[in-house]
């Protein structure tokens, strides 16, 4: 079964050894070459309450909530539909306006977060439509959804959630696909995506080739008390998600904010013990993540940069690169969050730390 160890120390290492086969599996029976398009069998509404939707809520809670960002801001993208991304134990206390327009998705590995279950009855309460975009099939949520999309990555085990987070965003990227093939997206760029998404089980494989480079960044730096991750855009949420991992299984502390803001804060945490991870890949906006980089190296902080293969500047620049492959900038997140899985796990077990099993924490947080 998919929950045996194998030869890997670790759920966590496993499960995130398995992501260009999750991946994959996310995908599978989902693209349309010839409509440029995807499709989804359980989504349970007509083309036409489909078209008449002119707003999501994607509601979530811990890493899933990182991957909803991501779905933010691909959605926008792709389909200029406004999005929400709200945290599912905020959003099932407030009274925001959603209207017969507005539709919501709850985003989790489990289907059975105690706030995510109880966000979700709260809108299908009030008549919304209501789909799950859930891992564990027969789960709470997937059951009371009135549809959803399932992940079909296997059995997570280990606490910090990894496959399920890129199963999560594959999935948020063909959603944004579908609804952006049904208003303004072009035939030509409906497979252009398509044509991306296909090769990203290889691009992920590639990735995984840094994990002995990672291991000596997280050899130099398993002390720090203090790091901070920085990225823009698409690598924003998963900045947040990078300092998340490290947090939960390290017990180091950890932020992400999204990269030009740490002029605004962060900055003044900078010194020469607290490295800064920077996700600096290819990219319309690469040479304003330069300039922040730029600005730590020069308040003597060390900085990780996570970059393209092919960028023959970045190592003059940060003290170590770990080097993913290039893709279309909106789906970087699938590559560029999985040395920082790698980093935290790595930090983690030279510090001693239980991985799979974190103090303090569950995997499936049933209560409120
Ligand atoms: C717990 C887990 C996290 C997970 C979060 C949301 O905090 O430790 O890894 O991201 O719950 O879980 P869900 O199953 O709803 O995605």
Same mark, same amino acid.
């Given at each position: 079964?998919?929950?045996?160890? *194998?030869?890997?120390?670790?759920?966590?290492?496993?499960?995130?050894?398995?992501?260009?086969?999750?991946?994959?599996?996310?995908?599978?029976? %989902?693209?349309?070459?010839?409509?440029?398009?995807?499709?989804?069998?359980?989504?349970?509404?007509?083309?036409?309450?489909? =078209?008449?939707?002119? /707003?999501?809520?994607?509601?979530?809670?811990?890493?899933?909530?990182?991957?909803?960002?991501?779905?933010?801001?691909?959605?926008?993208?792709?389909?200029?539909?406004?999005?929400?991304?709200?945290?599912?134990?905020?959003?099932?206390?407030? &009274?925001?306006?959603? &209207?017969?327009?507005?539709?919501?998705?709850?985003?989790?590995?489990? *289907?059975?977060?105690?706030?995510?279950?109880?966000?979700? =009855?709260?809108?299908?309460?009030?008549?919304?439509?209501?789909?799950?975009?859930?891992?564990?099939?027969?789960?709470?949520?997937? /059951?009371?959804?009135?549809?959803?999309?399932?992940?079909?990555?296997?059995?997570?085990?280990?606490?910090?959630?990894?496959?399920?987070?890129?199963?999560?965003?594959?999935?948020?990227?063909?959603?944004?696909?579908?609804?952006?093939?049904?208003?303004?997206?072009?035939?030509?760029?409906? %497979?252009?995506?398509?044509?991306?998404?296909?090769?990203?089980?290889?691009?992920?494989?590639?990735?995984?080739?840094?994990?002995?480079?990672?291991?000596?960044?997280?050899?130099?730096?398993?002390?720090?008390?203090?790091?901070?991750?920085?990225? =823009?855009?698409?690598?924003?949420?998963?900045?947040?998600?990078?300092?998340?991992?490290?947090?939960?299984?390290?017990?180091?502390?950890? +932020?992400?904010?999204?990269?030009?803001?740490?002029?605004?804060?962060?900055?003044?945490?900078?010194?020469?013990?607290?490295?800064?991870?920077?996700?600096?890949?290819?990219? *319309?906006?690469?040479?304003?993540?330069?300039? &922040?980089?730029?600005?730590?190296?020069? /308040?003597?902080?060390?900085?990780?940069?996570?970059?393209?293969?092919?960028?023959?500047?970045?190592?003059?620049?940060?003290?170590?690169?770990?080097?993913?492959? +290039?893709?279309?900038?909106?789906?970087?997140?699938?590559?560029?969050?999985?040395?920082?899985?790698?980093?935290?796990?790595?930090?983690?077990?030279? %510090? *001693?730390? &239980?991985?799979? %099993?974190? =103090?303090?924490?569950?995997?499936?947080?049933?209560?409120?």
């Amino acid at each position: 079964t998919d929950i045996e160890l *194998g030869d890997y120390a670790h759920y966590m290492l496993k499960e995130i050894f398995e992501q260009p086969n999750s991946i994959e599996n996310a995908m599978r029976g %989902r693209l349309d070459e010839d409509e440029a398009t995807a499709k989804f069998g359980g989504l349970n509404l007509s083309s036409q309450q489909l =078209r008449h939707i002119d /707003r999501i809520v994607l509601t979530a809670c811990g890493t899933s909530w990182h991957a909803a960002m991501v779905g933010e801001y691909l959605i926008e993208e792709f389909a200029r539909i406004p999005v929400e991304v709200e945290y599912a134990s905020e959003l099932r206390y407030r &009274n925001p306006p959603l &209207n017969d327009r507005t539709m919501i998705f709850a985003i989790t590995q489990s *289907g059975e977060t105690a706030d995510t279950l109880a966000a979700m =009855r709260e809108c299908k309460r009030k008549g919304h439509p209501t789909l799950a975009i859930c891992n564990v099939v027969g789960s709470s949520i997937a /059951r009371e959804a009135d549809g959803g999309v399932y992940l079909h990555a296997g059995s997570e085990v280990g606490v910090a959630s990894t496959k399920a987070f890129t199963s999560q965003v594959t999935v948020l990227t063909l959603l944004a696909l579908f609804f952006g093939r049904m208003r303004h997206m072009s035939w030509q760029a409906g %497979r252009n995506i398509i044509r991306e998404l296909r090769t990203m089980p290889e691009h992920v494989e590639r990735t995984l080739k840094c994990h002995d480079v990672v291991q000596e960044i997280a050899d130099k730096y398993h002390r720090c008390s203090n790091f901070l991750y920085l990225g =823009r855009l698409y690598n924003f949420p998963v900045a947040l998600e990078g300092a998340l991992k490290l947090k939960e299984i390290s017990y180091i502390h950890a +932020e992400g904010y999204p990269a030009a803001e740490m002029k605004h804060g962060p900055l003044a945490l900078v010194d020469e013990n607290t490295p800064s991870v920077f996700i600096v890949p290819k990219g *319309g906006i690469y040479p304003k993540v330069i300039s &922040n980089l730029e600005e730590v190296k020069a /308040r003597k902080g060390p900085v990780i940069a996570i970059a393209c293969e092919g960028d023959d500047r970045i190592a003059d620049l940060a003290d170590d690169v770990i080097y993913v492959p +290039e893709t279309d900038e909106c789906l970087q997140p699938l590559v560029t969050s999985i040395p920082l899985q790698l980093l935290a796990y790595h930090i983690a077990l030279l %510090r *001693g730390c &239980n991985v799979d %099993r974190p =103090r303090n924490l569950a995997k499936s947080v049933t209560v409120e």
